[in-house]
């Protein structure tokens, strides 16, 4: 018998399974479409994360280089 990964869990399971006996996932193709669904948005969600991160970490940039330069100018 033949195994396979569920997308969702990562375990394996018979290939036959039309459900995963860990998590439920269904194999059934309009349930994939969902999945593919699901997937494509969590992925946006996680460029969007990724993006305001960027964003945070150049204010903190911009405010230790703030710092630094007025510590310089102080001690001059
Ligand atoms: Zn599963």
New binding site residues.
């Given amino acids: 018998m033949a195994l396979q990964r569920?997308p969702?869990?990562r375990?394996k399971?018979s290939e036959n399974a039309q459900l995963?006996p860990?998590?439920?996932?269904s194999f059934n193709e309009a349930d994939l479409a969902v999945y593919r669904e699901k997937l494509e948005q969590r992925r946006l969600y996680n460029e969007q994360l990724n993006r305001q991160n960027i964003k945070i970490q150049l204010i903190w940039l911009v405010i230790f280089a703030l710092v630094i330069g007025g510590a310089m100018w102080w001690n001059s």
Avoid: A, K, S, T
Avoid at 22 to 25: D, I, R, T, Y
């Fill in positions: 569920c969702e869990c375990r399971i995963c860990h998590c439920g996932f």
